[in-house]
């Protein structure tokens, strides 16, 4: 294959050749992108207006819904216009665009799900010490780490991406997704990049070591909680938070399975699905379920009935 040494478009996979399957996946689509939008941006809002919810633990989780906000704008947008006027064409500086804030918000989520670890571990483990150590300045050192280090992350990837040479330029993939692109290349530097991703994921595998340490200790000093109220209350200001963890986690290892192994398309595309949409979209109501202060935020952003209320306290 010649080299396409300046490429102005890529062409990206699509769902379907077929009509009715395009607008199929048009409007599901459409309907996942409106709820995980509408969830993120009520969790933002009912915590902002509420000042009982002005907290270290709730301002980590109004980055977290601001992060899914963004990641998952990313690509459902372009793959619905796709569908829609049935063109899988994309600029090469969106295909730029597509990889650099895919990896920022990637990054910069699973960072911020360390430091919300952390937050637990101090609330849990160290009360009498939270307010001294969980300090606002603190919360903002913190948050501008999270987001610092998902920028040079993706700085870093996208320009070592986008400085090798594509012998093609169809990706096999319904947005610019980093392995597929790699496999594009027709030059030695892709194996710089390779070099880069195996840094990421011990960086990442880092993270998860820590969340997992974490957790341990905070399980052992519930356990020593004599009262079962205290053990519930406790808990349940974890269990959102693991619950969100294990599902970016169960993500991360479908996407890995389905970069290093030849899946078929529809494959591929279902497991992309599953770890770039998914998770952004299901966050705001593993929270909202499982934490009775967002609960009661929410009713009085929403001003919901008696009825609406016990099917919330239900949930």
Same mark, same amino acid.
């Given at each position: 294959?010649?080299?396409? =040494?300046?490429?102005? /478009?890529?062409?990206?996979?699509?769902?379907?050749?077929?009509?009715? *399957?395009?607008?199929?996946?048009?409007?599901?689509?459409?309907?996942?992108?409106?709820?995980?939008?509408?969830?993120?941006?009520?969790?933002?809002?009912?915590?902002?207006?509420?000042?009982?919810?002005?907290?270290?633990?709730?301002?980590?989780?109004?980055?977290?819904?601001?992060?899914?906000?963004?990641?998952?704008?990313?690509?459902?947008?372009?793959?619905?216009?796709?569908?829609?006027?049935?063109?899988?064409?994309?600029?090469?500086?969106?295909?730029?665009?597509?990889?650099?804030?895919?990896?920022?918000?990637? /990054? *910069?989520?699973?960072?911020?799900?360390?430091?919300?670890?952390?937050?637990?571990?101090?609330? %849990?483990?160290?009360?009498?010490?939270?307010?001294?150590?969980?300090?606002?300045?603190?919360?903002?050192?913190?948050?501008?780490?999270?987001? /610092?280090?998902?920028?040079?992350?993706?700085?870093?990837?996208?320009?070592?991406?986008?400085?090798?040479?594509?012998?093609?330029?169809?990706?096999?993939?319904?947005?610019?997704?980093?392995?597929?692109?790699?496999?594009?290349?027709?030059?030695?530097?892709?194996?710089?990049?390779?070099?880069? %991703?195996?840094?990421?994921?011990?960086?990442?595998?880092?993270?998860?070591?820590?969340?997992?340490?974490?957790?341990?200790?905070?399980?052992? %000093?519930?356990?020593?909680?004599?009262?079962?109220?205290?053990?519930?209350?406790?808990?349940? /200001?974890?269990?959102?938070?693991?619950?969100?963890?294990?599902?970016?986690?169960?993500?991360?290892?479908?996407?890995?399975?389905?970069?290093?192994?030849?899946?078929?398309?529809?494959?591929?595309?279902?497991?992309?699905?599953?770890? =770039?949409?998914?998770?952004?979209?299901?966050?705001?109501?593993?929270?909202?379920?499982?934490?009775?202060?967002?609960?009661?935020?929410?009713?009085?952003?929403?001003?919901?009935?008696? *009825?609406?209320?016990?099917?919330?306290?239900?949930?």
């Amino acid at each position: 294959m010649s080299n396409l =040494t300046s490429l102005s /478009t890529f062409l990206l996979l699509g769902f379907s050749e077929a009509r009715e *399957s395009q607008l199929l996946h048009f409007f599901v689509f459409l309907a996942i992108y409106l709820m995980a939008m509408t969830g993120n941006i009520l969790i933002v809002i009912a915590i902002v207006l509420d000042q009982k919810l002005h907290t270290p633990m709730y301002f980590f989780l109004i980055n977290l819904a601001m992060l899914d906000v963004g990641s998952v704008s990313v690509m459902v947008p372009k793959s619905m216009a796709i569908s829609l006027t049935n063109n899988r064409s994309i600029s090469y500086f969106g295909c730029v665009a597509q990889v650099f804030f895919n990896l920022f918000f990637l /990054t *910069s989520d699973f960072t911020l799900l360390t430091v919300m670890a952390h937050d637990r571990y101090v609330a %849990i483990c160290n009360p009498l010490q939270y307010e001294r150590i969980m300090h606002k300045g603190a919360c903002l050192q913190m948050v501008a780490i999270v987001w /610092t280090t998902g920028l040079l992350y993706a700085i870093v990837h996208t320009s070592s991406t986008f400085a090798n040479t594509f012998c093609s330029n169809t990706v096999n993939q319904f947005f610019c997704e980093l392995p597929k692109l790699l496999k594009l290349s027709c030059s030695d530097f892709y194996l710089v990049e390779a070099g880069l %991703i195996v840094v990421g994921g011990s960086l990442g595998l880092g993270c998860l070591i820590y969340i997992v340490i974490t957790y341990m200790q905070i399980f052992a %000093i519930v356990l020593r909680i004599p009262s079962v109220h205290g053990k519930k209350k406790a808990l349940s /200001t974890c269990l959102p938070h693991l619950t969100v963890v294990s599902l970016l986690m169960f993500s991360a290892i479908v996407a890995y399975a389905s970069s290093s192994t030849n899946y078929s398309s529809g494959l591929d595309i279902a497991f992309a699905v599953i770890y =770039t949409i998914i998770p952004p979209t299901l966050n705001p109501f593993i929270y909202s379920m499982r934490n009775k202060d967002i609960k009661i935020a929410l009713w009085k952003l929403l001003d919901v009935g008696p *009825s609406s209320k016990t099917i919330f306290r239900l949930l």
